[in-house]
């Protein structure tokens, strides 16, 4: 089992950065394919990013591409979205997520074994 643990979010004008960070503890932190996930109030939890174990392939939901970059260190267990030229509708909680006994990086949520208690991200305009 892994524990992962958000932080990072907050509140930002449209246009500007952030950086989530999710610790992880327990298992080994490589084992795991990472997700972030975000949900918005009254929708759906979507996906936004994934990252294989090694950090050598990464997939990105459309809504973020070009804007968000994951990457992880597994040296410090901790996986990262850096979240630029941010837009009001980026606003949700994000959760990060591990997905276990794969290589696969999958975009249901419903295919993640683990998940964190979430950060909020709120982008005002």
């Known amino acids: 089992q892994v524990q992962l643990v958000e932080s990072g979010g907050g509140l930002v004008q449209a246009g500007g950065s952030l950086r989530l960070s999710c610790a992880a503890s327990g298992r080994t932190f490589s084992n795991y394919v990472m997700g972030w996930f975000r949900q918005a109030p009254g929708k759906e939890r979507e996906f936004v990013a994934g990252i294989s174990r090694g950090g050598d392939r990464v997939y990105y939901a459309g809504s973020v591409k070009g804007r968000f970059t994951i990457s992880r260190d ?3 267990n901790t996986v990262y979205l850096q979240m630029n030229s941010l837009k009001p509708e ?26 964190g ?9």
């Open 74 to 76: 597994n040296a410090k």
């Open 90 to 115: 980026d606003t949700a909680v994000y959760y990060c997520a591990a997905r276990s006994y794969t290589t696969a990086i999958m975009t249901s949520p419903t295919s993640y074994d683990y998940w």
């Open 117 to 125: 208690q979430g950060t909020q991200v709120t982008v005002s305009s």
